[in-house]
C-alpha cells in the first residue's frame, strides 16, 4: 500500500455534512497540513446542493486554485462521493480522478484478479489504461450497486462510475469517498503532488472532455426505450464507425474513442440525460 512521502498544504470542504472532523483527522495523521472549511453542521447545507460540484464549492476552489492550498478536498452529503482541486488543473471531477487512482493502482500491481469496472458513462480513459497494462474493462448500467456487484463476483478488482463514487474489492463493497481521499493523498504524496500525477496521466493516455445536460421529462425511460432504434440511428450518423450499446440507454461509440450516450433517469428523478465525452491524445508518450 502506498506511504506518504511528502507533506501538503490540503484544504477539505466536506458541506457542512457528514464528512466534518473525519478526512480532516485522516490527513493530519498522514501527515498533511490540514484547514477546514465549512464545518459546522447545517441542515441546508448552506443554501446549496450537497454535491461537490464546481458551483457548490466555490471558496474551495478560489482557495486552492489561488495558490494558498495544494489540493482540496470535497465530498457529499453521505461522504460517499470526491471532487478534488488541483492548484494548477483546477476542479477534478471522477471522471478525473478515477484515472489517476486506476493508473496508481496498476503501475502497484493492486489491479490484477479481473480489472476495472466502470458505467456506461464514466470516461473511456480508463480503457487506454487497461490496455496499457492488459486487464479487462466491466461495463455495466449507471448506479454504484452495479459496480459493487461486479466487484463481489470476482468480475473486477475496483471501479467506478462519473458521479463520484469508487469501490474497491479490499474494501466495503459500496463508495466511500473519504477512503478514496485517504487513498489519493497517499499515492500523490509518494509520486510527488497531485499536479504531476494528473499530468502524467493525461501525457500517457490523452485528456477526456466530458458533459453530462439534464433535461426535465417524466417517462424519461419509457421514451428512451420506445425510441431506441431511432436514437441510435441519429446518434450513429455523428462519427466514424459507430458500435452501440444499449445496456443502459443508448450509446455509440466512435472510432476516434469519442461516444455519446442517453439514458433516462431514476425513477425519482424525472429526467433525460445526455452524455457526451471525446478524448483528445496531442503529444503522448508511453
Known sequence: MFKPRSIFRVIIDPI???????????????????????????????GRDPNPEPQNIPELIQEVTAGKYDIGISHDGDSDRIALVDKVHGYLSANDILPIVVERLASASMIKRGGIVRTVSTTHILDNIAAKYGFKVVEVPVGVKYVARAILSGEADMGGEESGGLVYSWHIPDKDGIYTASLIIAMVSE???????????????????????????????????DNKEVL??????????????????????FSDGSWILIRGGSGTEPKLRIYSEALVRVGLRS
Open 16 to 46: 457542512y455534512a457528514t464528512s466534518i472532523g473525519y478526512t480532516s483527522e485522516i490527513m493530519r495523521r498522514l501527515g498533511m497540513e490540514v484547514t477546514e472549511i465549512h464545518n459546522n453542521y447545517d441542515s441546508s447545507f448552506g
Open 191 to 225: 509520486y510527488g503532488g497531485l499536479t504531476n500525477l494528473i499530468s502524467d496521466v493525461r501525457s500517457k493516455y490523452g485528456r477526456a472532455y466530458f458533459k453530462r445536460v439534464d433535461l426535465d421529462m417524466r417517462n424519461s425511460k419509457k421514451f428512451v426505450n
Open 232 to 253: 441510435l440511428k441519429m446518434l450513429g450518423s455523428l462519427g466514424p464507425s459507430p458500435r452501440f450499446i444499449t445496456i443502459d440507454g443508448v450509446k455509440v461509440v
